[in-house]
């Protein structure tokens, strides 16, 4: 029975193997191939890749970097185990499943898989999948499902430029996936929260273009203050007049200079420390008052003291 | 053209055309081969290769970074083979920092070229050398009286730079001259087995190289010029080179008949440096 026929492990000759069109993956950082290049070359391929037979050929299921490699450094062979050819949604499923067991995939890649995946799903389970549907399938996190969604309402010319960054070695990446689901999040709490201000896509590609310009520029200096622009929409919730909230959003969205700082200090920042420090007054309160004396040691005692004489001070300034 | 890479990350088929834009008008090479085995090479499919009017197969790998130890393994493959091969490397136009300058060092060290390319401006910062050709044994000057060490390391220069015919050429020179000098002050001094003559048999600058060596196997006896190494073994070696003396690179048929040449050429050069060490010491004593 010659490799072409057999299932099993076998040797393959490395120009009979065609890449998976369904893989997710779609960088291969050259670093991380020159170092794999260095291994083959050393101690040649340890493990060998997965298979199925298309006609005369072999496609991919598993292994694509390692298939590569060995093509680059001009290996004649490399072993691998040969399965039975597996439906497209199985097929797209195996890659799913094994690839997160060895190494986390860039997210973008995931996502870029996920609505074929949806379909695939949809005509075995004749209804659309739900999210656990989907998760029990790809083996994926609930959570990765939903940031994968978050990135694919993004418009296409981000997905693309995204894909360049992430071409790029990590320190070099200007944005990251990272960078847009935090943005989208918080776009998307802008929308619900104050619909009136992202009021059309047009209006929300606006301030995806205003965002991302000054995240570039560095008056957005990190992608952790749009969790603070999305508390300026949610103004509301700390009882502040949510027509100035939307105003700072238009004018964050507008004016280049304005920052989601100068936006969060001009609106809701201190409504929010209050509501902070209630709550956590609140909760000593309620801990001081269950305690009984002996229970303190002196450090307790030394830290109560402190906190007795601050809040006086506070009170007495106040006044 | 981008659709034939199987191997090349997609965001570097913009360089790889520009690469090979740069050798198709700029260097005459045609008919480009993706991403196949060069002359059974280990450690390396070249992203692009291309045989040139000399039959040394030019290969252009296409990356992001210039060096990386994975290539090592090629380089030490083509010269251990003498493969006639020259390997450049494509890179994307980048900041000039200390590693960039190190990664090039390093590739120049081991006779890679190195492109970089922006938009449609290609600028070769290094130019490659023929593997075939580096790897003949590295000339241990010092080992040399001081005269022969600028003209040997030029030798070297000119056989590892792509002109290993003129390389060869100029260590016969140097053994040329010596012969001829060693023919007419043992002449001078009396030392030749047929005695004190008052006219020279033969013209010592001008008669032929093999004219002048027949006549030192004849004539020298190295017991009386007090040499002993100088031995007819010896002159006969300078005599086998002698056929080669004058011959000039003729052009080669394919690429098979260029790595043959090669070889000999690899072979002569380094033959011909050792009898050049052992003429010298040899006639040491006689102070020529």
Known sequence: MSAAEQVGLADIEVDNIDRNPDNPRVVFRQRELDDLA???????????????REKDRFVL????????????????????????????????????????????WDLLTIANKLPRVT?????????????????????????????????????????????????KPKPMRR????????????????????????????????????????????????MVEFRQLAKVARAKNVEVDTSMAATALKKLFTAPRYSIKQAYDD???????????????SGLIELLEDLNPNDLDD??????????TLVAALIRGRA | MANAYGILDP???????????????????????????????????????????????????????????ALDTFILDCKNRGLPIKLYIAVPASKEDAAFKADVRRASENGIGVLSVEDSRVQAIREALYLSLTGIRPVDADAFPRRYRGPLTEAEEAFRGGNPVKGCGMVFDEIEALTRTLAKKTFNRGLWRSGKLTKPPLRFDKDSWQLVTEKLVEEIDPQKVGCPN???????????????????????????????????????????????????????????
């Open chain 1, 61 to 104: 299921i598993d292994g694509e970097r390692r298939w590569r490699c060995s093509r680059k450094v001009n290996l004649r062979t490399i072993p691998a185990l040969i399965q039975p050819k597996p439906s497209p949604l199985d097929n797209l499923l195996m890659m799913f499943n094994i690839h997160s067991l060895h190494q986390q």
């Open chain 2, 230 to 288: 100088l031995t007819r073994p010896l002159f006969g070696t300078i005599l086998g080179l002698v056929p080669h003396r004058n011959e000039s690179g003729h052009k080669v048929r394919d690429t098979q008949a260029r790595l043959k040449r090669d070889a000999e050429l690899r072979t002569r050069f380094e033959h011909a440096r050792d009898v050049l060490k052992s003429l010298v010491d040899a006639t040491k004593s006689l102070r020529l």
């Open chain 1, 299 to 308: 450090d307790a005692i030394l830290g109560l003291r402190r906190l007795a």
């Open chain 1, 175 to 222: 944005f990251t996936e990272d960078f847009f689901i935090e943005m989208e999040r918080a776009l998307k709490t802008v929308q619900n929260a104050l619909p009136q201000v992202l009021d059309s896509e047009e209006k929300k590609e606006q301030a995806r273009a205003a965002l991302v310009e000054k995240y570039d520029k560095g008056v957005i200096g990190n």
């Open chain 1, 267 to 281: 609106t809701v920042s201190s409504a929010y420390l209050e509501r902070d420090i209630s709550t956590r007054v």
């Open chain 1, 38 to 52: 260095e291994s083959i070359l050393s101690n040649g391929v340890l493990q060998p890749i997965s298979v199925y």
């Open chain 2, 11 to 69: 965001s570097l088929f913009s360089i790889a055309e520009q690469a090979r834009q740069y050798f198709t008008k700029k260097r005459g090479l045609g008919s480009f081969n993706i991403e196949v085995p060069v002359l059974d090479a280990s450690g390396l499919r070249p992203t692009l290769s291309a045989v040139d009017s000399d039959k040394y197969v030019v290969c252009i790998e296409v990356r992001e970074t210039i060096y990386h130890p």
């Open chain 1, 119 to 167: 379909e695939l799903l949809s005509d075995r389970l004749s209804k659309p999948p739900s999210e656990k549907d989907v998760a029990e399938a790809t083996g994926l996190p609930r959570a990765v499902i939903r940031r994968c969604r978050l990135l694919l309402d993004l418009p296409q010319h981000y997905l693309d430029e995204l894909l360049d960054e992430l071409k």
